[in-house]
């Protein structure tokens, strides 16, 4: 399969009619000159969530709907549906449409090959926000700025799910988080790890049906907690570098 779609799910019955109407002509523009799957991860819905993607793709045989016996997380979903994936290439995306479905064209364009991750960013000076709660930008803002200060300047979104990655990414960078914060996880491994990451300005909008499953203050202490354990990591290895770079000057003249 050269392309992936992992889609994680929980409780979108309300959705899932855009959700067909506007990823399946994605899917089939996508699929004029390579081989497109589609994995939709039911994050142990308790409304109708898996039956209706079924139902909704029930002719497409490179659509799958993995699954959960119960709710698990985000992240729990996510690690699923990669492990599910066989595309060399996969794209994560949200479920609610929040990005639109056909950025998917324009950011595997900007996958060159020096690229291994594409990531849409609202937080982009040339990015933008749509009428999204005023209160859930400052939070999400307010992370991505610290992980810029943390990590990368060059990046401004840390927190987007909707992202690009080749498959050498996602079978070497792990993370651990069953909840939102495992985006920013992986994105921050793949930093790490010296992957080479690539935004795409976009504009983030608010979602059309049902409600978001974030808990608010959850997310903010499992960033902040992260961020801790960032600076201490990053702090180590630079004491190592020191360290390693001091004891070379020593020695016999």
């Known amino acids: 399969m050269d392309l992936s779609i992992v889609v994680p799910c929980y409780n979108e019955a309300e959705s899932i009619d855009q959700l067909a109407e506007t990823l399946g002509p994605v899917v089939q523009e996508l699929r004029r000159d390579r081989s497109v799957e589609v994995v939709f991860v039911d994050d142990g819905s308790t409304d109708s969530t898996g039956g209706l993607l079924a139902q909704r793709f029930a002719d497409d045989r490179n ?80 992370a991505s700025f610290l992980y810029r200060v943390i990590l990368d300047r060059r990046i401004h979104t840390y927190t987007c799910l909707f992202r690009v990655y080749r498959r050498r990414v996602i079978e070497t960078v792990p993370f651990h988080s069953s909840g939102f914060l495992s985006v920013t996880e992986l994105l921050a491994g793949a930093i790490l790890q010296g992957y080479t990451v690539r935004e795409y300005p976009c504009v983030l909008h608010a979602r059309k049906y049902g409600a978001s499953k974030a808990k608010v203050a959850r997310i903010i202490s499992a960033h902040l907690r992260y961020q801790l354990r960032l600076i201490q990591t990053r702090g180590l290895a630079l004491a190592r570098i020191g360290g390693s770079r001091s004891a070379s000057r020593v020695g016999p003249r």
């Open 63 to 142: 659509v799958r709907v993995v699954p959960h016996p119960k709710n698990l997380g985000l992240g729990a979903a996510l690690r699923t549906g990669l492990a599910a994936a066989s595309g060399d290439i996969v794209v994560t995306t949200d479920s609610d449409g929040t990005y639109g479905f056909d950025l998917i064209v324009p950011m595997l364009a900007e996958l060159g090959p020096d690229v291994d991750i594409v990531t849409a960013s609202c937080y982009h000076p040339r990015g933008g926000i749509d009428n999204v709660p005023a209160y859930r930008i400052f939070l999400s803002r307010s």
